[in-house]
């Protein structure tokens, strides 16, 4: 009996151990052009040098789940390390037609519709596999759209930590009480993954999100 | 509430009929069989007002399925999506009740879920106390 208590005891020891230093997979969900990638690519750069994926006015530039690991986080001392899972936007339509518009020819706008409704079934199919979630708004859009909500719900169900990014806060027409107020039960953080704008802000709500995995 | 955007016509909308379906008739059925009826009604052109509303897992499920028939069902381009719930601004005890009542029942009665083919509606504009449908002309 006390040889057990003792074999536990080390193993909870070693297993917290274990715990602390490995990979919190870290995803950014959010529907198409609010600035997932753009933020993914900061904070990749910022830490590691590199950059998560391209980023483009034209939406539905990511269209595959991106990567980057052991992306090692510093802010006042303490140190996380991450797997950055960037994922495409989800949408509930996608036009083909609407890419035309950014002078695409039809074939190229086609195939990227093509890919981005593929992209979308990825993104959900990860959901399950996420440790915490940053859902990336942009702040100048309307927040009540379902996407958003049906997004959060899911997280919610799986009982996986969600934090709010208002993005684009550099924009005149940002309101971030609109976000707020959609999502009362969710902290919000307001960010320009452009400019870096309140990236402190962030890192200190990602650093306190991870406590609660 | 659904409203015509105002001062502008439906111009030369055509074929298409609004379906209202009660959540008794989806109450007894698995989440695939009701994405495939829900699908059903979409494609066939209708907008559908669904008393109740879907799981968050369905909803994900459904934008799943449809993103899988995007470029397989000749010009559907997907659809558009709104709940609309009427305990936004309920107090936790009226939150409480109202989430045993439904667990009871088998739905949220106080919602309404609106979904139309993205050929049809352009937008659904949503806020906290109304649904806005914007038709594509």
Redesign the interface.
Known sequence: MPIKIFKNFFKRIFSNLFSSKREIKLGFYGPPNAGKTSLANRICKDFTGEEIGTVSKIPHETRSVQFKEKVEISYKGKKMVFKMIDTPG??????YEDFLKFKMSKKDA?ER??EA??G??ES??W?DDMDIVVVVLDVTE?P????N???I??L??RKIPVLIVANKIDLKKADIKKIEA?FPEYEVVGISAKFGDNLEEFYESIFKLSKKI | MIEKKRGKSLGKIKGFSIQFLPYSEIRDSNSDERIKKILEIVLNNNILILQGRLSSNEEARLIGDTMAMIGHIKNFRGIELAVISGNNQESIFGKMTRGIANALAGGDFSAITIIGPATIVKEMKRNPKKIELLLNQ
């Open positions: 989800i949408a509930t339509k996608i036009d086609k519709a093509k409704t593929q979308v079934i959900i199919k959901l309307n009540y759209n379902q996407v909500i049906t997004i719900g899911n919610v169900a959609a």
